[in-house]
């Protein structure tokens, strides 16, 4: 962000319409804006003190994706894009979505491109997203382009809802049948054993391994499962720092039995669409490839997408180039091979993210589906196992007697 888009905190005393005092703290460009934005309040200034730089505003995905939504629908609606970005700026959030706006309508007043207002926040507006405005911009075609934006942002935001929740059931049930395995191991299982050392007689192999089981859990359980919680956390920090163990997870969640064709299809969609919609914007295929390196969310692919844009640069046809990578599936890169002999690449890659995105929902579909029968088959084995460890002393003392 360059330093014209800094803003500043102000600590503000004053009074209201009746005349009561009043006192907080407002960001603001400066000390006019401050004022002026308080006054618009009904607050009446009396002091007003600088506290230094204001920290980078923060906005969500789906902040963004409304941003993009309603900017779309009130240029459609003829209004100029300075004012739409005032009328979304005063909308009341809690996020630094206001704030950002805020600053793209100083910067287009100050005679900067709309999509070079997008750059200057990064975190909110990325690559892919800078360009399309861009690409909008030239062609005069900007409210469409944000309606497009708006919607491919909206299919990913619903996809990656429909597979959280198809993983969170599982993943619940199985820390619950957890939690119930470690109590019953726990509160349970030491009674069993003051019981059985009282029958004076050999135990069973699967009563030996539980009861086993519960002392090393009694035992190490809290250590351990301190370590594992801090190796998680390690682990999570070292991938979000090192481009190289992230790109190694991604490859590894590529060749998972169950997920690993989801992600694929996931990332082939995100590709597909991406670099369909910027050559049917009217991108250059070289240019398009600048925007393309975080399209997918795997790095396995961001990867793949720098090497097909060299692979490009040095004369090789799009197909190639993709066969050459090796992580896209055959079935997507023949269609491509197709149409770039009849020059319909970018309508075949549109179409190609749309089937994509039908096999992301037929997949997602059929994994909550099967996850259901895994989850009620372990959670059974878990307990079933556990209570019937602990009573087969008492059926072999019952058959003796």
Sequence with gaps: MMNDALELRFAWRGMDSEGQPMRGK??????????????????IVTLLETLGAAPPPKARTADVTVFTRQLAGLLRAGLPLVGALELLAGSASASGMPRIVRALARDITRGVPFSGALARHPAAFGTLYCQLVSVGEVAGALPTVLARLADDRERAASQRARLRAALTYPVMVLLLSLAITAGLLIGVVPTFKTIFDGFGAALPAPTRFVLALSDGVANVGVPFGIAAASAVFIGWNWMK???????????????LPLAGKLLRSLAVARWSRALGTLLSAGTPLSDAFNSLTHATGNRVFDRATVDIAARLHNGERLAAAMRAVGCFPQDVVQPIAVAEESGSLDAMLLDLATLADRQVDERIGGFASLCEPIVIAVL??????????????????????
């Design 26 to 43: 407002i960001i603001a460009a400066d000390a006019l804006a401050a004022r002026a934005s308080l006054r618009r309040e009904g607050v």
């Design 241 to 255: 720092r090192s481009p190289d163990a992230r790109a190694a997870a991604d490859h590894a969640a590529l060749r």
């Design 380 to 401: 059974g084995a878990l307990v079933g196992g556990l209570v019937i460890a602990m009573y087969l002393p008492v059926i072999q003392l019952g058959n003796v007697v």
